[in-house]
């Protein structure tokens, strides 16, 4: 993990201000010559909404057989805006992702990367901070206005800002709602892709955040 990027401890008009000073430093083209090993990082809230669990899942890719795991868990430190959740869940994953034995050839986390109103979403973010490749794969989308794709797995739409092209929503399995992909960090949007595709199994989300998810709910919930 490399030296830390900024303070935590920030107020809303700061963390703006953060993502608009990083997000010239990202790297969307593919920067690694292996991928291996591929992590999951999500995050869960207790029924109290006053601490987090974050959970990172290594696997071996492509064959996705679980090799690590971590957790972490935490206080909630920052309030519920969207396009700022890095500075709410950012710390407990990066918390996390420091107990890890084997650190992974690139992560997904459940968040979005440069589909994003400043273009620096929460992979993008941890990205930079880890230095690692990323992509960002979502539930749900933070640009208003986008078209479903067609019902078949592996179909696509893109989502656009501006001109820009930043991201797909992508059909993980046939007649189930898509998922929204964009590239963290160190990888591009057609690459992106094809490692969600591949680590997705039967389920519409990949295998290492759907086990992130799972091991996030046991913190003390």
Not at 4 to 21: C, D, F, G, M, T
Not at 79 to 92: D, K, N, Q, S
Not at 167 to 173: D, N, V
Request: with cysteine; glycine share 10%; hydrophobic share 40%.
């Amino acid at each position: 993990m490399r030296l830390p990027l900024h303070s935590w401890k920030v107020n809303v008009e700061q963390a703006i201000e953060i993502q608009n000073r990083l997000r010239s430093k990202l790297l969307l083209k593919n920067s690694f010559s292996k991928l291996e090993t591929i992590g999951g990082g999500d995050v869960s809230y207790s029924k109290e909404k006053d601490i987090l669990s974050g959970a990172i899942a290594v696997f071996s890719y492509p064959g996705l057989t679980l090799i690590d795991a971590a957790k972490a868990w935490g206080k909630i430190s920052f309030p519920y805006i969207p396009g700022l959740f890095a500075f709410r869940e950012g710390p407990v994953l990066l918390k996390a992702f420091k107990k890890l034995r084997t650190k992974p050839d690139l992560m997904i986390f459940e968040g979005h990367g440069i589909a994003h109103p400043r273009g620096l979403g929460l992979a993008s973010h941890l990205g930079l901070w880890l230095d690692l490749p990323t992509i960002g794969c979502a539930k749900s989308p933070l640009v208003r206005q986008f078209q479903s794709p067609a019902l078949l797995r592996g179909s696509i739409q893109w989502v656009w800002i501006g001109d820009r092209k930043v991201g797909a929503i992508l059909r993980t399995k046939d007649r189930v709602k898509p998922v929204f992909i964009s590239p963290g960090h160190r990888i591009d949007l057609e690459t992106s892709i094809q490692v969600i595709l591949n680590a997705c199994r039967g389920y519409r989300m990949p295998e290492p955040l759907r086990k992130a998810h799972q091991l996030s709910r046991e913190i003390g919930f």
